[in-house]
């Protein structure tokens, strides 16, 4: 198996037959069991040629009823007696341990990381063996082998989240969709971590569509992984890149595309769409205000619906379409005079599962929350009525330097506060920086503003009910510049953001991190195995000049344990200009 695979740090976990073998994979505790699992799929609704009718400006943010048993897609990887009938196993926050893995989700794994990677590229493949780099070079360590599984501090703050997922796996969760919403900087808008999470969780509790879709490109290297994005005659605005803007009417990513012209588009060119004989739910945001423009949705070529968005007085106002018949581009155009905010849209999957929004947008910082408006940002949130959000920043915010740290931790603190009161039924996830590096003096220093943030993020986290991800720490010892050495590489040149690879291990150990508690209860007996395990040892070659050795500000495992909590005032921020994304 693995080089690094130690018997003797498994506990016993086998208190049945069923389970037959186990082993510890970079602190994740594989469980081989004899269960069969359903693979069938049930016919999905929808299907038909007559299109219904659209609906403007629906506003009831009602949850529909609960998926009926003949519509329910069944779960995949958990044990065979968790079944509806069955009481919810009780889920302890308190013993810690490594993911859960069974066969099956080693295959799911392995399937996501190819739908990413590619086929045979995977990191850990279905078998739980290591990726091999495909030209080893015995100077440089395997990438493959850094990030080590760090848990979720406060994990019981996710109890919401896995109580969403039981009920999804029972068929009560109403609505039958359980959304989560990934807000973040550059690293959450290259859609790679996400995509991750997005293709891992729906192989496992269903695919309920891809979610979010911004519909103008925020820049050049905005690539989601659901849609190929463009636009004409339209410009993109965000809290970041127009601190002075007058107005503050962002979408729920914090963005918005504004035209005034005649014949303006944005478009959004599916990659894939939903199972054959199931409907898609379009549902178009804009911002309506007096002498708003006017609108066309085009489902193809056909027009769909043409609707104002002007607003006595200026809120948010949504179109929805139901699509029957197979299709691939989504386009909303100008069609009047008048300006038009674009807020984005969402495509849904008429089905059971989960949806994962992507909302990052590269160089911001969580402060620009606190210039969005809250009441029509929070009204946005409440229609996707989200189980999980997960708040990924804080490089940006390490290159800083002249702003005070307890500014830094009061501004987190409104963020936080806000979304509290935006989406109280959800749980809430911070996720903190991974190690960065910058250039002085032609030189590579650490930078000395991340371990108070992350102090400060954790700090937060607890005050707010959330959990703490430690991404700095999943890095562990020789940080950034280690994972850029590495072969294959598992970090960009610049020091700041992490290769397509390097993302997929930062989402694969984010999963582990978010199912530990869920799949842990689906055993019948557990007992406690290493929180974490240090990266692979191997060589470290000199590697490429333009990564050499930087001194870390990585600290593998810190303690759980946040330090008291300070009171810092408020204070007013000017960010510097960071880099865009890779």
């Not at 386009?331 to 905010?341: F, H, I, S, Y």
């Not at 509290?420 to 920086?433: F, I, N």
Request: overall charge negative; aromatic content about 6%; hydrophobic content about 35%.
């Amino acid at each position: 198996m693995l080089s690094d695979f130690h018997p003797e740090r498994v506990p016993s976990v086998c208190a049945r037959a069923t389970v037959s073998a186990r082993v510890l994979l970079s602190g994740a505790l594989l469980v081989t069991a004899c269960a069969s699992h359903r693979d069938t799929v049930p016919e999905p609704r929808g299907s038909g040629d007559s299109p219904p009718p659209v609906i403007a400006d629906q506003t009831d943010h009602a949850a529909p009823p609960a998926p009926s048993e003949e519509t329910r897609e069944p779960s995949r990887g958990v044990a065979e007696d968790a079944t509806a009938d069955a009481s919810p196993p009780k889920l302890d926050y308190d013993v810690p341990s490594g993911p859960v893995l069974s066969p099956e989700l080693l295959g799911l794994r392995a399937e996501a990381q190819a739908r990413i990677l590619g086929r045979g590229a995977e990191i850990v493949d279905a078998a739980g063996e290591l990726g091999e780099p495909t030209a080893p070079d015995p100077e440089r360590e395997n990438g493959n082998a850094l990030g080590g599984f760090v848990p979720i501090e406060n994990e019981a703050a996710l109890a919401a989240f896995h109580e969403a997922l039981a009920q999804l796996e029972r068929g009560t969760l109403p609505g039958g969709k359980l959304r989560i919403l990934a807000y973040g900087a550059s690293h959450t808008q290259a859609d790679v971590y996400p995509g991750y999470l997005r293709h891992y969780l729906q192989s496992r509790f269903g695919d309920a569509g891809p979610g979010f879709v911004q519909l103008v490109p925020l820049d050049k290297w905005h690539r989601p992984r659901a849609a190929e994005l463009s636009s004409q005659r339209f410009s993109v605005h965000h809290a970041q890149r127009r601190p002075g803007m007058a107005s503050t009417w962002f979408g729920l990513s914090g963005a918005v595309g504004v035209a005034s012209t005649p014949g303006a588009f944005a478009r959004a060119e599916l990659r894939q769409g939903p199972p054959e004989g199931t409907a898609t739910e379009i549902d178009v945001y804009a911002m309506g205000h007096p002498g708003g423009g006017e609108l066309r949705l085009l489902v193809d070529d056909r027009e769909r619906a043409r609707w104002s968005t002007h607003a006595e007085p200026p809120r948010p106002v949504f179109l929805r379409s139901i699509e029957t018949a197979p299709f691939q581009e989504l386009t909303v155009e100008v069609t009047g005079t008048g300006t038009v905010r674009l807020l984005g849209a969402t495509v849904e999957w008429d089905r059971p599962g989960v949806v994962v929004d992507t909302l990052g947008i590269s160089g911001t910082r969580a402060a620009n929350w606190l210039a969005w408006d809250e009441a029509a940002w929070s009204e946005q949130v409440q229609r996707r009525h989200p189980a999980l959000v997960l708040l990924a920043y804080g490089t940006n915010e390490s290159s800083d330097e002249q702003q005070p740290i307890a500014h830094y931790e009061q501004q987190l603190r409104e963020v936080l506060e806000r979304l509290r009161r935006a989406a109280p039924q959800a749980s809430c996830l911070l996720v903190g920086p991974g190690d960065a590096a910058k250039k002085v003096g032609g030189k590579w220093v650490a930078r000395k503003r991340l371990l108070p943030i992350i102090e400060v993020q954790r700090r937060q986290a607890l005050e707010h009910g959330c959990g703490f991800w430690d991404a700095h720490a999943f890095m562990g010892d020789g940080g950034i510049s280690r994972w850029a050495r590495a072969m294959p590489p598992m970090a960009s040149a610049d020091l700041i953001h992490l290769t397509r690879r390097g993302y997929v291990k930062l989402g694969m150990t984010l999963g582990d991190a978010l199912l530990r508690a869920y799949d842990a209860a689906q055993l019948p007996t557990r007992a406690p195995a290493p929180t974490s395990l240090p990266p692979h040892p191997g060589p470290r070659g000199a590697g490429p000049k333009q990564t050499p050795d930087v001194p870390s500000t990585a600290q593998p495992f810190p303690p759980a344990q946040p330090p008291p909590s300070a009171q810092p005032p408020p204070a007013s921020e000017s960010p510097p200009t960071t880099p865009p994304a890779r």
